[in-house]
């Protein structure tokens, strides 16, 4: 993954080169925002699901970038006053926090339509109904039906709009969208531009919706056990702000073992790719016991 994150941090920085004249400063917070730190774990489930269909690395590449054009510009927003008001991002000052707010915003605005911009590229594919399926793909699952529609479950919630106590269905389903939308995309866009049949799309999904679940509750773990300097970001939120965790209504352990049991299911929907699927398997692994 660290290598692959290199390679994703070289493409991002080709497709956003830095500006001079009045647009700069715009520039400069994107790829402050996109070219440092992060685990790219979403870039780097677009290459390995490529990889299963012989896809050609520089059309993965742009995919892989536009996803995380996406993740960066959530970040951004996400940690604005108005949302979760936080000052620490990838151990570095927010974006609103290094520049300032309405910058924030625009550097956000920008990397959500450079992502479109960039899948839109005939170097993506040179299939245009492939780029078209990319596209409505990765908007569905970043708009209302997905992450900022989970986003705005979340800040209701948060905001005593609706029930703040969340049970576990909920919870699940706020996640499946605020988090796992972007990571079924990631995990299913090898297929698409490969042109796979239905049903290697179909174990790719179940895989990343697994995979989605375990990633979160490890992310609640980590709010309770993890510390700030570790995880780059402000520890402790959710249980300041009184929120409903899997980690506040499961208990630990009874957490830790959702997590585990998810990752094993995850793992078990890749039968049909053998060895291709390895790295995807050890992902799985990863996100279950990553300390960040």
Known sequence: MAAEALAINDHLSQLMPATDGPEGRVVDAMRYAALEGGKRLRPFLVLQSAQLFSVSRACALNVAAAIEMIHCYSLIHDDLPAMDNDDLRRGRPTVHRQYDEPTAILAGDALLTKAFEVIALPGTH????????????????????????????????????????????????????????????????????????????????????????????????????????????????????????????????????????????????????????????????????RKS
């Open 126 to 289: 040179s299939d245009p109904a492939v780029r078209c399926e990319l596209i409505t793909e990765l908007a569905i699952a970043a708009g209302a039906k997905g992450m900022v529609g989970g986003q705005m479950i979340d800040l209701m919630a948060e905001r005593g709009l609706i029930d703040s106590a969340l049970d576990v269905p909920a919870i699940t389903r706020m996640h499946q969208l605020k988090t796992g939308r972007l990571i079924s995309f990631s995990s299913i866009a090898g297929a698409i531009l490969g042109k796979a049949p239905r049903s290697q799309r179909q174990a790719l999904f179940n895989y990343a919706h697994d995979l989605g679940l375990a990633f979160q509750i490890a992310d609640d773990l980590l709010d309770v056990e993890g510390d700030t300097a570790t995880l780059g970001k402000t520890a402790g939120k959710d249980e300041a702000s009184g929120k409903s965790t899997f980690v506040s209504l499961l208990g630990l352990e009874r957490a830790r073992d959702q997590a585990d049991m998810l990752a094993e299911q995850a793992v078990n929907h890749l039968d049909a790719f053998d060895e291709k699927a390895d790295l995807l398997r050890a992902v799985a692994r990863f996100v279950v016991d």
